[in-house]
T-cell receptor, first 112, second 114 residues
């Protein structure tokens, strides 16, 4: 089983829609969960991260972790065409050296 | 404070040549990570370095690939005798300390092997 799996998409929504992006992970010991945004031909950009469980909100973005089901989500409210990008979830492995393990990414297109 | 700088942005090599990818971390960052992104694939961890030390190279192919982060100068990812399968985007990230939560990625080097 892969350490983190992500809904493959692609996802196409109209402007103003609420977007839900999801990942599952395998190891209940993971504590840090990240969401990155990657525009075409650019490097990944950290959007937000959560520690342990619960929600974290930043403007139109909300990250949610459900440790009981090993499920992480990113919600985008009032989506804009500028949100069109690939969204990558990642978990931070610890115990030994730390490194990020990424999902394959979901390509999102927000249509004006 | 400039971001993580990677150069070159694009690199074309013929099969059998060597590729050298450079990464200058953000000022004050002493941790460097290299990732590879193949088409239609996610980012795959390759190696984690601190100044003059390789901390974790569990993601590096056993042959032809090496990395260093010297006391002075950028981190270098070296690929010897490149093959077509090495064509990918290579990203470097740096962070000031653990955990990785404050890491920033560079814009990547796109390697094409012809």
């Amino acid at each position: 089983q892969k350490e983190v799996e992500q809904d493959p998409g692609p996802l196409s929504v109209p402007e103003g829609a609420i977007v839900s992006l999801n990942c599952t992970y395998s190891n209940s010991a993971f504590q840090y969960f990240m969401w990155y945004r990657q525009y075409s031909r650019k490097g990944p950009e950290l959007l937000m991260y959560t520690y342990s469980s619960g929600n974290k909100e930043d403007g139109r973005f909300t990250a949610q972790v459900d440790k009981s089901s090993k499920y992480i989500s990113l919600f985008i409210r009032d989506s804009q065409p500028s949100d069109s990008a690939t969204y990558l979830c990642a978990i931070l492995t610890q115990g030994g050296s730390e490194k990020l393990v990424f999902g394959k990414g979901t390509k999102l297109t927000v249509n004006p | 404070n400039a971001g993580v700088m990677q150069n070159p942005r694009h690199l074309v090599r013929r099969r059998g040549q060597e590729a050298r990818l450079r990464c200058s971390p953000m000022k004050g960052h002493s941790h460097v990570y290299w990732y590879r992104q193949l088409p239609e694939e996610g980012l795959k961890f390759m190696v984690y370095l601190q100044k003059e030390n390789i901390i974790d190279e569990s993601g590096m192919p056993k042959e032809r690939f090496s990395a260093e982060f010297p006391k002075e100068g950028p981190s270098i990812l070296r690929i010897q005798q490149v093959v077509r399968g090495d064509s990918a985007a290579y990203f470097c990230a740096s962070s000031p300390n653990s955990p990785f939560t404050e890491a920033f990625f560079g814009q990547g080097t796109r390697l094409t092997v012809v």
